[in-house]
């Protein structure tokens, strides 16, 4: 199979899907660009803040993306590359995209407020108050990831206690990034500049961002320090108004993704169209229905469930619902733009699953070999040589593959404090009944919803488990991450339901991630009791506190998805009608 057809007819299907499907879905949802948004209604400059179309595209892409939509099918690359392709069109067209659109449509209809608000009105106040629980622990265990993997890709000193030149590079110029953010906000809010006058020079400001930062880093700091740093620029990007850096930082580093993209495929074609043996899908079409494979040293076990929960933002995401309704939802102008910014930005993602997969395609030797497997690297490492294998373009794979893994460490950093500020409101909503604000709030409420407050508590939650080992709990984000889509899919269907709107096409999404994540979880709890119970002396050995960690928190997790699942079901199939 031809790699440079698989992505061409791919991308074809997922167009075709955003034109009909998601046309279809904003007759039947009833998307009236007539109505009010609540960027205009409550903007307050700080949270509520009108973006242009191409400016919150910008944001919100920047936000979902991430390494995800690279990791996931590179890693379940070891079921082949049939089941890859199957899931990321099939997942992202009837799945992911229709979960992120209603999210944010849902959101945009309760005044921003994210899907826990969602589910209080429509469900009921408990389910609400276990969704946020569950939300607020998963993304402070994003913010200790994100913020872990961005302070190892700036820290200045190798093992044996050189200069490491090229971490220098990156932090140097993601620094420059956020001043030139900065200036672009300034600029285009508050001296009016246009908008497409300030995206060329600050696609001009990129290129010079990268000259300076890759032949000056002048910065050498240990791990330790960069997370302090780090906490300390979340902490106050996350209660900025997003005017000033959330809106033109994510903006303009969208288009380091575009230029990515654009190198990616121009790497597909280009081996395609000259005959390169990288232009041929090398992996099996199948592998089996057991991962035997592993490359990495760790099998992913079988199709079902490790399939559907591996290849999360490339097919499905929960966290996308959170941004929706998080931060997006906050700065829609029109209800029009929902459609290509949640719907489209979605099948974007599902794009660049097609080109992860066809990059590790063109190394499959080396990757089922284990000798190349951390998926920045397969993805820097196959495109590169997609390009390179183009006539007049061999000796810039050096340079691609380092500008690759560049841009995938910005867009961690632009996750991280995305995360941080979904948080913070995750927190506050909390606290506060429906239709409450943290400024409605007395007492001691008034003082945990308070941003800067709410803010302080989620860093240093968020930074002190990502100094101290969030790695012995990661495993479970994958499951957390789909019970999450799962539940975000649940409040859109018990809402439409309520308002008398279609809602049939989020009944076998919400009850296929329902399965699939509650049998991930049973595996996980299953095999960790196993561990902790085990009379072997080898297996003892390696119990620490992530391996019961991982047993109650997924138990824990389990029950949460059912009971959240049976009062949805509730609400949605009329035995249950909760106030709207």
Known sequence: MNAMLVVIVGIIILIVGY??????????????????????????????????????????????????????????????????????????????????????????????????EVIALNIGDRAKKLFLIFSYLTLILVVAAFASIVASTFVGFNADGSHNETNASVAMISLLFIVMAILFGFFVYRRGASLSVATIAGCIGIVICLAIGLSWHPIYLSNTAWMWIIGLYILVASVAPVWILLQPRDYLSSFLLYAMMIIAAVGVIGA?????????????????????????????????????????????????????????????????????????????????????????????????????????????????????????????????????????????????????????????????????????????KAVLTNPVVATAITVVLGVGLGMTGYSKIWPLFGAANQLLAALALLAVCAWLGNIGKNNKMFYFPMLFMLVVTLYSLFQTVTTKVGQITSTDPEVLAKVDWGTYAQAILGALLFVLAIVLAVEGCMTIFGKKKAQV
């Not at 199709?303 to 997006?328: D, E, K, Q, R």
């Not at 867009?411 to 991280?416: A, E, G, V």
Request: net charge negative; hydrophobic share 45%; with cysteine.
């Open 19 to 116: 034109i009909f499907y998601g046309g279809w879905l904003a007759k039947q949802w009833g998307v009236d660009d007539s109505k009010v948004t609540p960027a205009h209604e409550l903007e307050d400059g700080m949270d509520y803040v009108p973006a242009k179309a191409p400016v919150l595209m910008g944001h919100h892409f920047s936000s979902i993306a991430g390494a995800g939509p690279i990791n996931g099918p590179i890693q379940a690359a070891v079921f082949g590359w049939v089941p890859v392709v199957l899931w990321v069109l099939i997942g992202g067209i009837f799945f992911g995209a229709v979960h992120d659109y209603g999210a944010l449509f849902a959101s945009i209809r309760h005044k921003g407020q994210s899907i826990g």
């Open 272 to 444: 395609g169209l000259t005959g390169a043996d990288a232009a041929h899908m090398d992996m099996p079409a199948f592998t089996g229905w057991v991962d035997t494979l592993a490359p990495t040293g760790s099998s992913l076990g079988s199709v079902f469930p490790a399939l559907f929960v591996t290849i999360a933002c490339g097919a499905i995401s929960g966290f996308h619902s959170l941004v929706g309704s998080g931060t997006t939802a906050k700065q829609l102008d029109h209800e029009r733009d929902a459609k290509p910014i949640a719907y489209g930005g979605m099948l974007i993602e599902c794009a660049l699953a097609l080109i992860s997969l066809a990059a590790v395609s063109f190394i499959w030797t080396e990757y089922a070999s284990g000798e190349i497997v951390t998926p920045t690297q397969v993805f820097a490492t196959g495109i590169s040589r997609m390009v390179a294998s183009i006539p007049g373009l061999a000796g810039a794979q050096s340079t691609i593959a380092s500008l690759l893994v560049l841009t995938v460490s910005v867009f961690c950093l632009t996750s991280l404090d995305t995360a941080t500020r979904l948080a913070r409101y995750m927190f506050q909503e909390f606290w506060l009944k429906p239709g409450e604000t943290y400024k409605d709030a007395t007492g001691a």
